[in-house]
């Protein structure tokens, strides 16, 4: 599977997401677009799962025409992520196309 880190996901997650494919916002260029052009240019690149913190995509007006599952963290803490990891993983592994899914993060 292929998971797009959107900005202020902490990159040593990358790690512990194996054995899926993960990139970043960064590594594309892709930082100053809007939710819906990052949103269309991750689909065009067939990515399956974009991984952010930002709590905005949901309202996105072109996210439900998209092909590409949106997962939001609660949190940018690395320790806590950390302490949720098999959450992070269920919601990746069981997230759908077109649907939101979050994972709170105390």
Same mark, same amino acid.
Request: glycine share 6%; with cysteine; net charge negative.
């Given at each position: 599977?292929?998971?797009?880190?959107?900005? *202020?996901?902490? =990159?040593? @997650?990358?790690?512990?997401?194996?054995?899926?494919?993960? !990139? &970043?916002? +960064? #590594?594309?260029?892709?930082?100053?677009?809007?939710?819906?052009?990052?949103?269309?240019?991750?689909?065009?690149? *067939?990515?399956? =799962?974009? @991984?952010?913190?930002?709590?905005?995509?949901?309202?996105? !007006? &072109?996210? +439900? #025409?998209?092909?590409?599952?949106?997962?939001?963290?609660?949190?940018?803490?690395?320790?806590?992520?950390?302490?949720?990891?098999?959450?992070? @993983?269920?919601?990746?592994?069981?997230?759908?196309?077109?649907?939101?899914?979050?994972?709170?993060?105390?």
């Amino acid at each position: 599977m292929r998971i797009l880190f959107d900005q *202020g996901i902490p =990159v040593p @997650l990358r790690k512990l997401l194996l054995p899926h494919q993960v !990139e &970043t916002v +960064f #590594e594309h260029g892709w930082g100053l677009c809007t939710n819906s052009e990052l949103l269309t240019k991750a689909q065009e690149e *067939g990515v399956d =799962v974009l @991984l952010t913190t930002d709590q905005n995509h949901g309202i996105c !007006e &072109t996210f +439900f #025409e998209q092909n590409i599952a949106i997962v939001v963290l609660s949190s940018t803490s690395w320790p806590k992520i950390q302490a949720t990891i098999a959450s992070i @993983l269920q919601a990746i592994e069981t997230s759908t196309p077109g649907k939101l899914h979050k994972v709170s993060i105390f």
